[in-house]
């Protein structure tokens, strides 16, 4: 079965700092991948979306960019963090299209962050 | 742009009844829709899904209805318990165009005993 990693699970940065949460996806080949953000009590923003190794989409320009080094292994980082990227931050999988009869994407547990 | 929207924002219902979360959507291309639960601190959970080429869709205590000719989705929840009681989202998505899914802002499902 399949399975997506994400960690930290909470982490607490001042402004300024770097960034770098990473997500891992098991039993699944060549997946999309996908970054969300969600602020509190609102919904789910994608940020970026990926489709291979090397290959990123940005969503929505802001302080923050992602790397897909492995098929299964998608990272989000940034170089100097502001008080707007605090959020919980969600990975998510799905399968290519035209590889599966569902396109639901599946999501990992979450990354809260709070930057003071 | 077009997006995917909801009516309201909470919903309190009594334990044992039933639940209807409403979603407007205003992308007629839109062929493919989501319905996702959010508890506290966790990441989404799908719930049950639906194409464009279906009206009604059932599942385990849930049903989606599309009407299309309004662009409105709505979630069923038969039986309403405790474990029910989260954030629920609507999604939608053009497959043809890549499996990007818009988000509608949630709707707060609480269940009372």
């Known amino acids: 079965s399949q399975t997506i990693h994400q960690w930290p699970a909470t982490l607490v940065q001042p402004v300024g700092s770097p960034l770098s949460l990473e997500c891992t996806v098991e039993?699944?080949?060549?997946?999309?991948l996908y970054w969300y953000r969600q602020a509190a009590g609102r919904g789910l923003q994608l940020l970026f979306y990926?489709?291979?190794?090397g290959q990123i989409s940005s969503e929505v320009p802001q302080n923050l960019s992602a790397s897909r080094p492995q098929d299964r292994q998608f990272i989000l980082s940034s170089k100097k963090l502001l008080l707007s990227d605090s959020g919980f931050y969600l990975c998510?999988?799905?399968?290519?299209w035209g590889q599966g009869v569902t396109w639901e994407q599946f999501f990992g547990p979450g990354t809260r962050l709070t930057v003071l | 742009g077009e997006s995917v929207g909801l009516h309201l924002p909470t919903l309190s219902v009594q334990e044992g009844d039933n639940s209807i979360i409403n979603c407007a959507y205003s992308?007629?291309?839109?062929?493919?829709f989501i319905w996702y639960k959010q508890e506290s601190g966790k990441g989404p959970q799908f719930i049950i899904d639906?194409?464009?080429?279906?009206d009604k869709r059932q599942g385990q205590r849930v049903t989606v209805l599309l009407n299309k000719t309004v662009k409105h989705l709505s979630l069923q929840i038969a039986a309403t318990q405790p474990g029910d009681s989260a954030v629920y989202f609507c999604?939608?998505?053009?497959?043809?165009?890549?499996?990007?899914?818009?988000f509608g802002g949630g709707t707060r499902v609480l269940v009372k005993p």
């Open positions: 992308n007629s291309a839109s062929d493919y």
């Open positions: 998510a999988w799905s399968v290519q």
């Open positions: 990926s489709v291979g190794i």
């Open positions: 639906i194409r464009s080429n279906m």
């Open positions: 039993g699944t080949s060549n997946p999309n």
């Open positions: 999604a939608e998505n053009i497959l043809a165009a890549g499996n990007k899914l818009t």
